[in-house]
């Protein structure tokens, strides 16, 4: 079974954009799990209770990682560092993040980004 781990600017992207996380499925054959890390949680906890013009997209992504169950990983790093240590062959990662993008490449990790503010895809 594939793995999606999911970054916090991933998540509020695609609710700032109005971009259903359900086009994963049609992105991926076969079953999946999503996950995300404490350190993601973390970040976005402190971005929602903040003042920024994101702090309500974070809460969403908050409401919808406890209404979707997403496992999440513990972890003491922090966030990009983590996902470089985690993320293998079965795993993809949902991140808009140019540069750890071109990090994941380099280790063979396939990414799911946000392209034109309305679509999902995977290189």
Do not use: H, W
């Not at 600017?9 to 971009?19: E, P």
């Not at 999503?34 to 993601?40: C, E, F, G, H, W």
């Not at 994941?104 to 990414?111: A, E, P, R, S, Y």
């Amino acid at each position: 079974m594939k793995k999606v781990l999911l970054d916090s600017n991933f998540l509020i992207s695609c609710f700032k954009f109005k971009v259903d996380l359900n086009q994963i499925e049609n992105l991926l054959a076969g079953p999946f799990q999503l996950l995300t890390l404490t350190s993601i949680v973390n970040e976005l906890k402190t971005l929602a209770g903040s003042k920024s013009k994101d702090s309500k997209f974070a809460r969403l992504a908050l409401k919808l990682l406890n209404s979707k169950k997403i496992k999440i990983l513990k972890t003491n790093k922090p966030a990009d560092e983590a996902i470089l240590e985690l993320a293998d062959k079965n795993t993809l990662v949902a991140t808009n993040d140019l540069s750890l993008r071109k990090k994941l490449k380099v280790k063979g990790i396939k990414t799911i980004y946000l392209r034109g503010k309305k679509r999902l895809e995977v290189s």
